[in-house]
């Protein structure tokens, strides 16, 4: 990480589900980052969630009795153009890599919807009221539906090429699980640090994968090409990258190296902007500082209440550590 991390600590990484569909829709916040890696991050992760995720699409249809997509069945309202359109719209799942073909037949007056198709347990269909056709009276349809998984944008015309079945009508495959991606970078703050940054990504699925499984798949085929920029044996200007077990406050001249290995920075231990900012006012900026507090003399602070107070005990006591009052009373 970069070296600025020593001194504000390591970034806090938060997932928050925006709707109650089983995680469609989430916004992932990370803070603070050093000034512009926000939109380092932001602009990758979002490249990548939209191109190179793995999802299932429709890619051909068979039609009784059509020869091509720009036919006009009898007893159907809409143009074979049109219900290729609608097949590419389907949200689907599926759990193998194999090419499955699927059926929807029927007869008389109706509208049929994604629920009218005849799927195997390998596919899954996420839309079931998604609008496929609708048959007049004395109307019927009889198509064979080609669903595969693949990664990115295959268009209909590079399918035609390589294979040109006759009656097989190709349709551009739309892979991409996630259907929307935006980020946006906040300015944050830490201590006297006011250029740092807040990264925050809005991603939604269409439920083939939810968003943080999204984001996990991302981030990790991002770092697979990373890794061959870097080798783990060698760090080149190594005092420049993040280490930190040696993180601290920069060495003032005729400092003993008592003095310097005695001071972690405040900042490590992630509080929120509020509660940081009332200990740092108050002249406290290292946790062995802190430590040596009392909860009275922190409720004296100015900005600081009750719930400031249970967040240091509790932050304190996942380190192991406490404030002064426990010594205090043992005296």
Known sequence: MHIIQEEIGLPTYSVTSADDDNGMHSIFTISPLPPGFGITLGNGLRRVLLSSLPGAAVT?????????????????????????????????????????????????????????????????????S?????????????????????????????????????SLIYIDAVYSPVSRVKYS????RVGQRTNLEKLIIDVETNGSLNAEEAMQFASQILKSYFEYFGSEEKVVESEFVADFSRAG??????????????????????????????????GVGSIEQLTKCTGSQLSNFRGFGAKALDEVADTLKERNLSLDDDSMEEQ
Not at 70 to 81: D, L, N, P
Not at 185 to 188: K, S, T
Request: aromatic share 4%; net charge negative; glycine share 6%.
């Open 60 to 128: 051909s249809i068979r039609m009784k009795g059509v020869q091509h997509e720009y036919t006009a069945v009898k007893g159907v309202i809409e143009s074979v153009m049109d219900i290729c359109l609608n097949l590419k719209e389907l949200n689907l799942r599926k759990f193998s890599k194999d090419a499955e073909i699927l059926t929807l037949k029927a007869k008389g007056s109706k509208t049929l919807t994604a629920k009218d198709i005849d799927a195997s347990s390998d596919v899954e269909v996420l839309d079931p």
């Open 130 to 166: 998604q609008v496929i056709c609708t048959l007049e009276k004395g109307g019927e349809i009889d198509m064979e539906i080609t669903v595969e998984k693949g990664v990115g944008y295959v268009p209909a015309a590079e399918r035609n090429k390589k294979q040109n079945e006759p």
């Open 185 to 188: 970078v906040e300015p944050a």
């Open 249 to 282: 406050v920069p060495e003032e001249e005729g400092a003993s190296a008592e003095s310097r290995e005695s001071y972690t920075p405040i900042e490590i231990l992630n509080f929120s902007p509020r509660t940081l900012n009332a200990l740092i006012n108050a």
